[in-house]
């Protein structure tokens, strides 16, 4: 008796061939896996200036300091943005450990402050903003919409 599917009757050349089909699959598989395990941290990992700076409200002045191996670049802009406005306010001091921007004028707006920061070993300097608005004298972090504030 035949049996109903002509197509997948045994046959040694069509066996081999899928063991071979299916060994190269799983090798492949397996050098794929180990790629993406690899390079995804490199996706996903943090910066490494990331939480190196801390923001201080004193009066009406913030100030930026650094952690200890970390540095502001000099050259680099640096500035306090208005929201809804051109141009920034330049800081009123800026050294390579610290910075301090004038906020008696910002009000009720938001605004972001914007920095460079490196390392001491110099391999890496990123970029940092850090989004905010004065309430009620506290500096809070503004969010997705800014009805919903953190404080910082």
Known sequence: MMPLLLGWQKHPFLDSNLAILD???MKNLKKSALVLFLLFPLFSQARITDGKDHLKLSKNKISVVLDKGFH????SPAGLYMDGELGSIEP????????VFDVSHVQDKSFTVSYYVCDDQKT?????ESHLKLVKGKMVTVVDSETNPKEK
Do not use: I
């Open 92 to 99: 009123l001091k800026k050294t390579e450990k610290q910075m």
């Open 72 to 75: 502001f670049v000099m050259q």
């Open 124 to 128: 890496v300097c990123e970029s940092h």
């Open 23 to 25: 060994d190269l699959f």
